[in-house]
């Protein structure tokens, strides 16, 4: 079954940056849209960026310009640079891909999520 591994949470200073990244492991086919989610104490997760297949990239207004998302096909892997943190990028932060495994299946997958808090 299909596991995605993230690692690069922590504790940075505000203006600070971290690097998130995030490992897909076991049987599939293809990665279709990457993309990262974060959910601040007592809020609803949110979309913070997503990248597809073709590198196409978005980002959450609240983002853009500090953060870059990006891919390895050949890794596997997705990565989130977050530069110039702010005290309201904290939260755990949650890999996303969509991932086909067979044929006919095409599922959402989530990583177990990581720390991120900046400090004032």
């Known amino acids: 079954q299909v596991q995605l591994v993230e690692s690069g949470g922590g504790l940075v200073q505000a203006g600070g940056s971290l690097r998130l990244s995030c490992a897909a492991s076991?049987?599939?086919?293809?990665?279709?849209?990457m993309g990262w989610y974060r959910q601040a104490p007592g809020q609803q997760r949110e979309l913070v960026a997503t990248?597809?297949?073709?590198?196409?990239?978005t980002y959450a207004d609240s983002v853009k310009g500090r953060f870059t998302i990006s891919r390895d096909n050949a890794k596997k892997m997705v990565y989130l640079q977050m530069n110039s943190l702010k005290p309201e990028d904290t939260g755990v932060y949650y890999c996303?891909?969509?991932?086909?495994?067979?044929?006919?299946?095409?599922?959402?997958?989530w990583g177990q999520g990581t720390q991120v808090t900046v400090s004032s």
């Open positions: 990248v597809t297949s073709g590198s196409t990239t």
């Open positions: 996303a891909m969509t991932i086909r495994s067979s044929y006919s299946v095409v599922n959402n997958y």
């Open positions: 076991g049987s599939f086919f293809s990665i279709n849209v």
